[in-house]
T-cell receptor
């Protein structure tokens, strides 16, 4: 199936740990994103990569580090996890190039719980 | 500062009737708007979009209306079906080629059979 996939779907961990979330898309898109949906349901963009280059970097603690090894993958590594990092993290991708405005295709989300 | 607002957290509608979901924005630079639909435990899926050069866009049962002077858009679903029960997010962006979208907090629609 063509899709945006994320692993793991659920992640429960202790404060202070380091964890990674992986994202892969096989839609052939050039741009990938990480969003955070907090307890108030705000869906906020964190990062975006276009052709493996960082193009959007919102005000996110530097404990969060995205890594794009290739156009199809965008992983999110989080150091020294805090309680406030508990949220659902969504990966997304969109095409670019000839299209001006591009709707985004989202993964199923990773629910991170920090204890 | 929430630039995109969906002031109704939930809405219930009878099957077959019209569902109207509203979205307000504050940034006059926004020129492209999208609606997404989200089922539980899934990511949002794109539904319909509208550019600021239009005031209406229609796709089957879904129509989006844009009132630029009021900085308001709405999504109409007619007729509503039980499968439409989901959370609906509006999103906005500014500028051609931008990759940054600002999302509202969503409205949970429940269509009653």
């Amino acid at each position: 199936d063509t899709a945006v996939s994320q692993t793991p779907k659920y992640l429960v961990t202790q404060m202070g740990n380091d964890k990674s979330i992986k994202c892969e898309q096989n839609l052939g898109h050039d741009t990938m994103y990480w969003y955070k949906q907090d307890s108030k349901k705000f869906l906020k963009i964190m990062f975006s990569y276009n052709n493996k280059e960082l193009i959007i970097n919102e005000t996110v603690p530097n404990r969060f580090s995205p890594k794009s090894p290739d156009k199809a993958h965008l992983n999110l590594h989080i150091n020294s996890l805090e309680l406030g990092d508990s949220a659902v993290y969504f990966c997304a991708s969109s095409p670019s190039g000839t299209r001006i405005y591009n709707e985004q295709f989202f993964g199923p989300g990773t629910r991170l719980t920090v204890l | 500062d929430q630039q995109v607002k969906q002031n109704s957290p939930s809405l219930s509608v009878q099957e077959g009737r019209i569902s109207i979901l509203n979205c307000d924005y504050t940034n006059s630079m926004f020129d492209y708007f999208l609606w997404y639909k989200k089922y539980p435990a899934e990511g949002p899926t794109f539904l319909i979009s509208i550019s600021s050069i239009k005031d209406k866009n229609e796709d089957g049962r879904f129509t989006v209306f844009l009132n630029k002077s009021a900085k308001h858009l709405s999504l109409h679903i007619v007729p509503s079906q039980p499968g439409d029960s989901a959370v609906y997010f509006c999103a906005a962006s500014a500028g051609s080629g931008t990759y940054k979208y600002i999302f509202g907090t969503g409205t949970r629609l429940k269509v009653l059979a």
